[in-house]
Structures are given as structure tokens and as C-alpha cells.
């Protein structure tokens, strides 16, 4: 039995709820230890946000070189045909997550936090036992995080193993599907169909749901959707899935009967689950919102000495929410005054074209506020989406109509995903349109849309 270790701080869980929460505990002076059973940077960095968004590059590089080889480009550009090496790209990606999983691995060491490799166990609110793999070790804390952070939901009709296989297993597939099954036509189903479908796999999307990315509304799916019949890429809506039938393929039952899909490779896509099971939660007297941990504006859980952070606690399930949780965790610890009260949590779909959301929706808007103001701008009117190919989607500002003020912000777009940083600091600050429509943005961008919007909105374009 290994010397037990003792410390002020001990964060479970090494995603960026955790890593971020840990190294700024560490910077601030806090004795602070972290344990991980797999690898530092937690599903974001090692199978989830970076290699998605690595994967969707190379497909974007690759599609764009067969429309030049196609002859067809409207940019007087041609090309020869270009070929696809998935094993390399794959080692691209994973040389991209080792170097951040490296930066994590300096950070957590500059900041002096002790790192654990190992599966933690609670044994109570202030002890954990790690299985390491020289022995178990005992870890007494006088504060802890939970940032165990999520896994993918499996269908009981369609487990994982063989081609069935989770958004972990297909970002590590280094040979092409020919034929690939996408269950789940939310963000990370539709983010890597289309990926695949450009990469020249022959895609289709199944989805309960009536619609592609149900939590946003028509208007902003619309352009993702045209893009995906433009790609090819099949869509069995209002499908539900039954399950592998003996010869091989995937049945569904659809609105007119039961179809059989082809597939090598199934991905499935239906969501994530908090990670509460196997570390001992039924040793803490921890209050639950259905599946997630509690926590309050402080992300204190109903135990003392115990906080929990990341996707453990609840939507939305993002890499941004968990780490300033984690900056709030840490000042808290260190005897700051913190609170976790984001007005707004910026969400954003890496499709073709991609969609970005903050704030509610105007239905949700709608139903707040007596009335609202709506200032839509289509990216046809805009030079710059012109020339990046994306005239495609719009931007749309909903603000109050009493005193302005804006509520929500989305757009649906080329390369829109670099708007959420405007839209979430104008949301944060309380912005109303006269500041945005007043704000001169730089011609020729993007941003001149959204201050567009707000002008319209004004009724003064
Ligand atoms: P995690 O990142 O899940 O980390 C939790 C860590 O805890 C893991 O490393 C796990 O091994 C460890 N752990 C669990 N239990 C124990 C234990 N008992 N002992 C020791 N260690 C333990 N979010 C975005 O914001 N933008 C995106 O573009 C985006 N794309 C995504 C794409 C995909 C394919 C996926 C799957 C997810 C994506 N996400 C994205 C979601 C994002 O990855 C998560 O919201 C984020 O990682 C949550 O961080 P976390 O710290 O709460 O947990």
C-alpha cells in the first residue's frame, strides 16, 4: 500500500473541466492533485471536439479539391483528382491531440498539480482510492471536484462492438466506409456524416426526430439540410431503429413499413450520458437532477467540501461550460469570490454550413418577453460571405422590443462559428441593438451582417 497523499484540492477527472479547474486552483497557490484513468484533455481534446473538428478540415481540403478536379469550380481553378491516404490523416489528427494533451501535461506541471493516473473510487465526500498501475492509492482532500464528465448513450437495440461503433471508434477508423449509417442526426451525427460523406463514404442519417438538429429551429437547418442532399448523403427522418437483422444489415421501421439499410460501418450518435456510475457515488449524499449531479450557482453539490463540474451536471453538455466551471471551482477554493451565472453559452454546430446559437430561441424569446424585435440579415447581401463561397444562411438578432436590449443571437453560415465570440460578449454585457448597429465593424467581413442585423432590426437599414 502505497503513503497516502493529502492535499487541499482534488479534482476528479482530467477533461477540461477538470484540467482547467486544477491548473488554476495550482496557479493560485492551492495544494491540488488530479486524478485520470485514460488521458489528460478528457473526451474534448482526445476524442471529441478537436478530432471532429480535425476530420471535418481534411474532408473540407478534400471535397473542395474534387470540385476543383471536377472541372466544374467556378473559380477557374482545376485540378487533378485528388486521392485520400485515412491512415494518414488519422495520424494528422492524433499528432494535433498528443501536442495539446502535451500543453495539458505542462500546464497541470508548471501550475505544481500533482497528476494521478489511475480510476478513482470516492470512499467518502473527502477520500479517494485510485487504482494505479503500481497499487491503490489513498488521496485525502479537504475539497473536491467531480469532473468525471460524459460517455456515449448505447441503444439496448444496437450495442456497441463490431460496425457498431461510437463517435470514439469511427474518429479512429482508418479505413473508409463505403457505406456508412449514421443513428442520430443531432450535432456530432450530422458534424461527422458530413465529414465522411466528403471524404467519399456513401452516408445516411437515421433519426427518430421529424428533422436534422432538432434543438434548432427550421429556418437554421434549412442550408444544412440542402447542403447534405447536395452531398448525397441519405435521410430516413421519423425512423426508428430495430436493430441488426441476420443478414448483416441495419433494420429500421419508418412511417410506411420496416426498411434494411447496408452498412460497414453503423455510427451511433444518440447522445451523451453523465459518467456517474462506477466511482463510488452512492458513497456521497448527492442530490440529482435526473441523471446529472446537482449543483448550485457556485457548482457546490448538497455535500459540503464537494463540487461538480463539466458534463456531469448537466447541458448544455460543452467544453466551454466545463471549463469556466472550473475557473469558478478554483477561485472559490482559493477563497475568491466567484459565481457561475453565464447569460449566455454559445453553441455551435460544425456542419456545412455552420450554425451558431446563443441565447434562446425566438419561440423560447417569444414566450419571455412581451415582445421582441427580430433583425435578420441574409449572407447574399454580404461581399465577404460572397467571396468565401457561403451565400448560403443569415445572421438573426432578437432583442426586446422596450428597451433593445438583445436576447439571442444566431446564424447560419460559412464559417460563422468565429461570430460567437461578438454574439456571446453582446449578450454578456447587456448590448442592445444601438451598440451593435453603432459599432463599426470592418468591411469586408462577416461581422457586417450582424451589425446589419441590429440596424434592421432598428428598422433603419
Ligand atoms: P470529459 O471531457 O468527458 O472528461 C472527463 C474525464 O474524467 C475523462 O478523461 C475520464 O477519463 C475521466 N474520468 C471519469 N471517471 C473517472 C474516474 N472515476 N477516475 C478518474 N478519471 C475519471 N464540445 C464543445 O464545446 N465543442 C465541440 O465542438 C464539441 N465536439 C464534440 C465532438 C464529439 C465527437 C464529442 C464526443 C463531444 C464533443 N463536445 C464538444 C463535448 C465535449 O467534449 C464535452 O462537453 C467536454 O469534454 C466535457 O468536459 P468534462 O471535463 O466535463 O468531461
Given at each position: 500500500m502505497m503513503k497516502e497523499i493529502r492535499c487541499k484540492l482534488l479534482v476528479v477527472g482530467a477533461g477540461p473541466g477538470g484540467y482547467v479547474c486544477a491548473a488554476r486552483a495550482g496557479e493560485r497557490g492551492v495544494d491540488t492533485v488530479i486524478v485520470e484513468e485514460r488521458r489528460v484533455g478528457g473526451t474534448c481534446l482526445n476524442v471529441g471536439c478537436i478530432p471532429s473538428k480535425a476530420l471535418i478540415h481534411a474532408a473540407d481540403e478534400f471535397a473542395r479539391l474534387n470540385e476543383y478536379a471536377s472541372r466544374r469550380s467556378p473559380l477557374g481553378i482545376a485540378a487533378a483528382q485528388p486521392s485520400l491516404d485515412l491512415a494518414q490523416t488519422i495520424a494528422w489528427k492524433d499528432a494535433i491531440v498528443g501536442k495539446l494533451d502535451g500543453g495539458v501535461a505542462g500546464l497541470l506541471k508548471r501550475a505544481h498539480v500533482k497528476v494521478v493516473l489511475g480510476r478513482a473510487?470516492?470512499?467518502?465526500?473527502?477520500?479517494?482510492?485510485?487504482?494505479?498501475?503500481?497499487?491503490?492509492?489513498?488521496?485525502?482532500?479537504?475539497?473536491?471536484?467531480?469532473?468525471?464528465?460524459?460517455?456515449?448513450?448505447?441503444?439496448?437495440?444496437?450495442?456497441?462492438?463490431?460496425?457498431?461503433v461510437s463517435s470514439t471508434g469511427l474518429l479512429a477508423a482508418t479505413e473508409l466506409p463505403r457505406r456508412l449509417v449514421v443513428v442520430g442526426a443531432g450535432y456530432i451525427g450530422v458534424e461527422l456524416g458530413t465529414a465522411f460523406a466528403k471524404f467519399g463514404s456513401q452516408v445516411t442519417l437515421v433519426d427518430v426526430a421529424p428533422r436534422i438538429l432538432p434543438q434548432y429551429d427550421a429556418e437554421l437547418t434549412r442550408p444544412v439540410a440542402q447542403r447534405l442532399a447536395a452531398l448525397g448523403v441519405g435521410l430516413k427522418l421519423g425512423a426508428a431503429v430495430q436493430g441488426l437483422s441476420s443478414d448483416g444489415r441495419l433494420s429500421i421501421e419508418t412511417g410506411t413499413g420496416v426498411e434494411r439499410l447496408d452498412a460497414d460501418r453503423i455510427l451511433v450518435a444518440v447522445g451523451r450520458r453523465p459518467a456517474v456510475a462506477d466511482w463510488g457515488l452512492e458513497e456521497l449524499v448527492l442530490d440529482r437532477d435526473g441523471p446529472f449531479v446537482r449543483v448550485d450557482d457556485r457548482c457546490r453539490t448538497s455535500m459540503r467540501g464537494v463540487y461538480a463540474i463539466g458534463d456531469v451536471t448537466g447541458e448544455p453538455m460543452l467544453a466551454h461550460r466545463a471549463m469556466m466551471q472550473g475557473e469558478v471551482v478554483a477561485d472559490l477554493v482559493a477563497q475568491r469570490k466567484r459565481v457561475f451565472e453565464p447569460r449566455a453559452i454559445p453553441a455551435i454546430c460544425f456542419t456545412d454550413p455552420e450554425i451558431v446559437s446563443v441565447g434562446p430561441s425566438v419561440d423560447e424569446a417569444r414566450r419571455t418577453h412581451a415582445e421582441v424585435r427580430i433583425g435578420m440579415v441574409p449572407f447574399s447581401a454580404n461581399g465577404r460571405a460572397m467571396t468565401l463561397h457561403g451565400e448560403s444562411g443569415f445572421v438573426r438578432i432578437v432583442a426586446r422590443a422596450d428597451n433593445?436590449?438583445?436576447?439571442?443571437?444566431?446564424a447560419v453560415g460559412t464559417a460563422v462559428s468565429e461570430l460567437s465570440a461578438s454574439f456571446g460578449l453582446a449578450l454578456e454585457m447587456g448590448a442592445r441593438l444601438e451598440d451593435i448597429a453603432g459599432t463599426i465593424h470592418a468591411h469586408p467581413t462577416l461581422g457586417e451582417a450582424v451589425q446589419e442585423a441590429a440596424a434592421r432590426a432598428l428598422a433603419r437599414s
Open positions: 473510487r470516492f470512499r467518502d465526500g473527502k477520500t479517494v482510492v485510485v487504482q494505479t498501475e503500481t497499487g491503490e492509492q489513498t488521496i485525502r482532500a479537504e475539497s473536491v471536484v467531480i469532473a468525471t464528465g460524459s460517455e456515449p448513450i448505447e441503444l439496448a437495440s444496437l450495442p456497441f462492438g463490431g460496425i457498431v433593445h436590449v438583445v436576447v439571442a443571437m444566431q
